[in-house]
């Protein structure tokens, strides 16, 4: 099984700056892609980002150029970096991961509990 634990989440003002932290604990000797989906209240569950074992990202398009996701290996910890947000960022933000980039970006298979995100403006 594998977990996964979000941090970093808040409340920040347009234009301002947040970053969440997701920690992968259990079985990450199979999880090469780990990524961040988020949901806006009303809406369906989005994809934000993903990165893969060899470094390469996939962003979403509301996203590309705002948002930077990285990952330390040895710390088994994901980071999602957001600049110049926006009121329509506001979402619970879902760590996710699975075996390859891929899955991440179209079904992954483990979830984090959320953490929310909130962009007054």
């Known amino acids: 099984q594998v977990q996964l634990v979000e941090s970093g989440g808040g409340l920040v003002q347009a234009g301002g700056s947040l970053s969440l932290s997701c920690v992968v604990s259990?079985?990450?000797?199979?999880?090469?892609?780990v990524g961040w989906y988020r949901q806006a209240p009303g809406k369906q569950r989005e994809f934000v980002a993903a990165?893969?074992?060899?470094?390469?990202?996939d962003y979403s398009d509301s996203v590309k150029g705002r948002f930077t996701i990285s990952r330390d290996n040895a710390k088994n910890t994901a980071y999602l970096h957001m600049n110049s947000l926006k009121p329509e960022d506001t979402a619970v933000y879902y760590c996710?991961?699975?075996?390859?980039?891929?899955?991440?970006?179209?079904?992954?298979?483990?979830w984090g509990q959320g953490t929310q995100v909130t962009v007054s403006s």
């Open positions: 996710t991961a699975d075996q390859a980039l891929w899955r991440v970006v179209n079904a992954p298979l483990y």
């Open positions: 259990g079985s990450t000797f199979s999880i090469n892609g």
């Open positions: 990165i893969g074992s060899n470094y390469n990202t």
